[in-house]
């Protein structure tokens, strides 16, 4: 029994302790969660003048390429040195040479028929005359008359005949010798000396090197912002051409070329709905110091450069919202929407021509959740860049 109450009396005193110490605890005020702002990175709206420019791509090609063929046939006498692959050579150089002498013999017969038919062209013309003035006279028959015209007629004709074959006489020893047609380079080439080459098979392949062509296909939307000739037409001499940058590696370093856009072709390819538009670069193979020729072949980059629009603000593609809003975050940090004209998206920019005032600051930062007037945070100033 003794031993009861002693239990109780401590089980007694421990609860009591423990209403002292909730009592004596400290109290907890209770107050409303404040939620956090968002943090933001901005850009300071600065209105310039920009050059619109278009990247595209292609490969280097000849202005003009070609067989050289013979017109005649014949063995071989000579080849150029420069008739060898990566010849170069200039325009009247005489590439091959074909064997003349039976086409001299040929020119000589060819000379001698015409001497022999002049002869008898005028001797035709006096029988005739003669034979005019007899009957005339009543001295000449008919028939007679007659014959003299006729045989007047066919020597005349025999005589344009040997004319005739007198200049192709003078033509073919002339294709004796193979000349170049223009300012170019070898390809390849399919003949040596001692062979026997016919007419219209080639002899080789050549291109001119006065200047070269890059077909650059683009997006037809791009060709509002770049000044070019439409309708597959050459633009002349002295006009405007859109200026186009090429550029490459090349034996480990990275060249550039300049060169202008001279005309578009004439179709827009219904998959890709890409339009190629043709660049030519002037004496690819005259370069200073170092620099490598722009060779026929070589795939290039280029940027054309197209027009200067004023008063553009260029800001990062995230920062447009849908397809024509962004978001501006005002004196009080707060965003409000605001509607923009969207000039063009390009290359992970978008080039904003109307909707914003310089100075004003626009969100470029994702947000999940947005309400217009809902307040952001710009923790310091290196959160801030300047649009460009």
């Given at each position: 029994?003794?031993?009861?109450?002693?239990?109780?009396?401590?089980?007694?005193?421990?609860?009591?302790?423990?209403?002292?110490?909730?009592?004596?605890?400290?109290?907890?005020?209770?107050?409303?969660?404040?939620?956090?702002?968002?943090?933001?990175r901005?850009?300071?709206?600065?209105?310039?003048?920009?050059?619109?420019?278009?990247?595209?791509?292609?490969?280097?090609?000849?202005?003009?390429?070609?067989?050289?063929?013979?017109?005649?046939?014949?063995?071989?006498?000579?080849?150029?040195?420069?008739?060898?692959?990566?010849?170069?050579f200039?325009?009247?150089?005489?590439?091959?040479?074909?064997e003349?002498?039976?086409?001299?013999?040929?020119?000589?017969?060819?000379?001698?028929?015409?001497?022999?038919?002049?002869?008898?062209v005028?001797n035709?013309?006096?029988?005739?005359?003669?034979?005019?003035?007899?009957?005339?006279?009543?001295?000449?028959?008919?028939?007679?008359?007659?014959?003299?015209?006729?045989?007047?007629l066919?020597?005349?004709?025999?005589?344009?005949?040997?004319?005739?074959?007198?200049?192709?006489?003078?033509?073919?020893?002339e294709?004796?010798?193979?000349?170049?047609?223009?300012?170019?380079?070898?390809?390849?080439?399919r003949?040596?000396?001692?062979?026997?080459v016919?007419?219209?098979?080639?002899?080789?392949?050549?291109?001119?090197?006065d200047?070269?062509?890059?077909?650059?296909?683009?997006?037809?939307?791009?060709?509002?912002?770049?000044?070019m000739?439409?309708?597959?037409?050459?633009?002349?001499?002295g006009?405007?051409?859109?200026?186009?940058?090429?550029?490459?590696?090349?034996?480990?370093?990275?060249?550039?070329?300049?060169?202008?856009?001279?005309?578009?072709?004439?179709?827009?390819?219904?998959?890709?709905?890409?339009?190629?538009?043709?660049?030519?670069?002037?004496?690819?193979?005259?370069?200073?110091?170092?620099?490598?020729?722009?060779?026929?072949?070589?795939?290039?980059g280029?940027?054309?450069?197209?027009?200067?629009?004023?008063?553009?603000?260029?800001?990062?593609?995230?920062?447009?919202?849908?397809?024509?809003?962004?978001?501006?975050?005002?004196?009080?940090?707060?965003l409000?929407?605001?509607?923009?004209?969207?000039?063009?998206?390009?290359?992970?920019?978008?080039?904003?021509?109307?909707?914003?005032?310089?100075?004003?600051?626009?969100?470029?930062?994702?947000?999940?959740?947005?309400?217009?007037?809902?307040?952001?945070r710009?923790?310091?100033?290196?959160?801030?860049?300047?649009?460009?």
């Amino acid at each position: 029994m003794k031993q009861l109450l002693i239990a109780t009396a401590i089980v007694m005193f421990g609860v009591a302790n423990m209403v002292m110490l909730i009592k004596s605890g400290p109290t907890l005020d209770p107050k409303p969660v404040v939620p956090l702002a968002p943090l933001v990175r901005v850009v300071t709206v600065t209105p310039e003048t920009v050059r619109m420019t278009t990247s595209t791509h292609g490969t280097v090609a000849p202005r003009t390429e070609s067989e050289l063929t013979p017109e005649i046939s014949g063995r071989v006498l000579a080849v150029s040195s420069a008739m060898v692959s990566g010849g170069f050579f200039k325009k009247g150089d005489v590439l091959v040479t074909v064997e003349p002498l039976d086409y001299e013999l040929a020119l000589e017969q060819a000379r001698a028929n015409l001497a022999r038919s002049e002869s008898e062209v005028t001797n035709a013309r006096k029988t005739n005359s003669r034979q005019m003035d007899l009957a005339k006279k009543n001295l000449a028959s008919d028939s007679a008359t007659d014959d003299a015209l006729n045989r007047l007629l066919v020597t005349e004709a025999t005589l344009q005949e040997a004319k005739a074959r007198l200049a192709k006489a003078v033509r073919d020893l002339e294709r004796t010798e193979l000349v170049a047609p223009y300012d170019g380079r070898v390809r390849s080439k399919r003949v040596d000396v001692g062979q026997f080459v016919n007419r219209g098979n080639p002899v080789a392949i050549i291109y001119a090197t006065d200047y070269v062509e890059v077909r650059l296909p683009i997006k037809d939307e791009e060709l509002e912002f770049v000044d070019m000739p439409l309708a597959g037409n050459t633009v002349v001499d002295g006009a405007n051409l859109a200026v186009v940058k090429l550029n490459a590696n090349f034996g480990g370093d990275h060249y550039e070329w300049t060169g202008e856009v001279v005309r578009t072709e004439g179709e827009i390819d219904p998959q890709t709905r890409m339009i190629n538009v043709v660049a030519r670069v002037l004496s690819p193979y005259e370069t200073d110091g170092d620099k490598p020729p722009l060779s026929i072949g070589l795939f290039v980059g280029a940027e054309i450069q197209g027009q200067s629009f004023d008063d553009v603000v260029v800001l990062p593609r995230i920062a447009l919202r849908g397809d024509s809003h962004v978001y501006v975050v005002d004196a009080e940090n707060r965003l409000q929407f605001r509607d923009v004209v969207v000039l063009r998206e390009a290359d992970e920019q978008i080039y904003i021509k109307g909707g914003l005032k310089a100075g004003e600051r626009v969100c470029i930062s994702p947000l999940d959740i947005v309400v217009e007037g809902m307040r952001v945070r710009l923790p310091n100033p290196t959160n801030e860049v300047a649009a460009r």
